[in-house]
């Protein structure tokens, strides 16, 4: 038995070479699409992989080669031309009888054999086109599973091919046979290598004055009264309180209330030279944090008044709230009007309330910007986590370990 592996372009492509090679005997013992390492993992081609095999101690039809075609002597009895240039040719028979059109018609039917083998190519390129067709039959049935669950999560399908590719190259590039733990853990690194190269992650306070802006609704206050618990009771800070909004009367009795059970200092500004002498008040103290109004900042104007009421000239650093709960259109947009404020991280809101957190990896990718803290619930000072690619990367594979 001679067998023999062919990669080709397309199916059709390695069914001619191997009609060329083996004959029109060959047996086709598997195919298999197969990828180039390409540039970076990147700009990868498809291929289609054939094993076929023909035992040589059979008679079969011999490899297709072409020939040059012979010129063959005049008949011996072929009738002379007649004057004037015109040829007159005998009628060819078969069998002693003269062969008319239907005959001539059926000789150039194809044979049985030639009909059978275009029967299947037509079959193995229908198997190509719904291939390419149906996103989820690139990828081996282990890896399947996984890209549902990317799905599910609501990565960006830029960022899932990506994933999807490497995890790939690692299934190609071993047995076949790896466990779902294996799979998992790829899955994981890919994951975590990609927030890691971003940006630094967790709340770590590098400046006195902590600002803490985002859209009305995301929790500012409460995801403020637990940070501030936690630089008092983990830290041990001395911390105060500013607050600027003052467009809810409810959210300066809710930071005071905070400011009560923590047992720090509270001021309200309602203008630059209240936030001013506040903080001159206060500089004392090893942190201050900052409550901003929560409005509708889809408005510019909204954005800009923060900076007639907070010196951002002082030694200040400002987070923004978003919320897992929003969209993620929604969510660019709000640090887009934001960007007229530099913005050191992201705190993620809400996270109890959804269960999709593919976004915060979309995110964290597409702006280089890192994350602070996540918060999953209302109790103070819990429900609140300090923010790694690998808390993030849990998350996201929840879904799938479950």
Known sequence: MKVKKYVASSMSEAMKDIRQELGNDAVILSSKPVYSRGFLGLFRKRNIEVVAAIDPS???????KKQKQKKLPPEKNATPPIPGGIIEKPVPEINGAPIGPTAIQAQSQPTGEILKELAELRDLVKGINYETSDIEKKYPAPLQEIYKTLEIQDIDPPLRSELMNALLNQ???GNHESSRDEIT????????GKIEAVSSFGGSFDKKYINIVGPTGVGKTTTLAKIAAESILKQNKKVAFITTDTYRIAAIDQLQTYAKILNVPIEVAYNLEDFKNAADKF???DLIFIDTAGRNFRNQDYVQDLQKIIDFDREMETYLVLSLTAKQRDMEEIFKQFSIIPIK?????????????????????????????ITNGQD????????????ITKMILGAYKQ
């Open 380 to 391: 103070v000072p819990d429900d609140i986590e300090k923010a790694s690619p690998r808390l």
């Open 171 to 173: 299934w190609f590039s």
């Open 185 to 192: 853990g790829w899955l994981e690194a890919e994951l975590t």
């Open 58 to 64: 059979e008679k079969h039809n011999p490899p297709v």
């Open 345 to 373: 991280q992201i705190i993620f809101t809400k996270a109890d309330e959804t269960s999709s957190y593919g976004p915060m990896l979309n995110f964290i990718v597409k702006y280089g910007i890192g994350a602070a803290y």
């Open 283 to 285: 500089a004392h103290y």
